[in-house]
């Protein structure tokens, strides 16, 4: 399977504790992008990569979040300290850095936080 | 307001049946366009890209109105394997983030 990978599929975990998900973008693909949606809303944009560099953070992202992309592949998306506001589905998507190319999305992390 | 919004759903049509769905965006100079699809619980997968002459893939058209700053994607015959939600979808820069409406779910009836 060659299209975006996130794992784990599902995360329950308890209120306060720390959790990070992966994602493992197309190969070939420098842009990788972090959402996060909720039941009856459109992803919402939480932060995106060029390669390793983190260009752009959502004021959603609160200082609890933080994502990282070290070698320019694979990303993480850590949630420190979780709130049941947390609880959602995270979604990654990777694409090419050129005009109107489209993106492609994993098939997402659902957290629950209880 | 919102940067991108969509009629508010869900569009209950019978099978055969034409729907249109309406978006409009904030950001002028907004650069690429798209329409999304999303099944229940699944992730978004790309319908189709919006162009500037307007662009039609089978019973699916596309158009774009940059002076109105609107999108519209016009479903024909509709299919009951129709129904998903329609995510209305504009990227700013050019390999940018993707900016999403909330959604507009179709429900095609037999």
């Known amino acids: 399977d060659t299209g975006v990978s996130q794992n784990p599929r599902h995360k329950i975990t308890k209120r306060g504790q720390n959790v990070t998900f992966r994602c493992d973008p197309i190969?070939?693909?420098?842009?990788l992008y972090w959402y996060r949606q909720t039941l009856g809303q459109g992803p919402e944009f939480l932060t995106y990569f060029q390669n390793e560099a983190q260009l752009e953070k959502s004021r959603l992202l609160s200082d609890r979040f933080s994502a990282e992309r070290p070698k320019g592949s694979f990303s993480t998306l850590e949630i420190q300290r979780t709130e049941q506001g947390d609880s959602a589905m995270y979604l990654c998507?990777?694409?090419?850095?050129?005009?109107?190319?489209?993106?492609?999305f994993g098939q997402g992390t659902r957290l629950t936080v209880v | 307001r919102k940067e991108v919004e969509q009629d508010p759903g869900p569009f209950n049509v019978p099978e055969g049946a034409t729907v249109a769905f309406n978006c409009t965006y904030s950001?002028?100079?907004?650069?690429?366009f798209f329409w999304y699809r999303q099944d229940c619980r699944k992730e978004p997968k790309l319908l189709m890209s919006v162009y500037s002459s307007g662009n039609e893939d089978g019973r699916f058209t596309a158009q774009l109105n940059r002076a109105s700053q609107y999108i519209s994607l016009l479903i024909r015959d509709s299919k009951l394997s129709d129904s998903a939600t329609y995510l209305c979808v504009v990227r700013v820069t050019q390999g940018g983030k993707l900016i999403f409406g909330q959604g507009t779910e179709l429900s095609v009836k037999p």
């Open positions: 998507a990777s694409s090419l850095g050129q005009r109107n190319t489209e993106a492609f």
């Open positions: 190969s070939e693909h420098n842009r």
């Open positions: 950001n002028s100079a907004s650069q690429s």
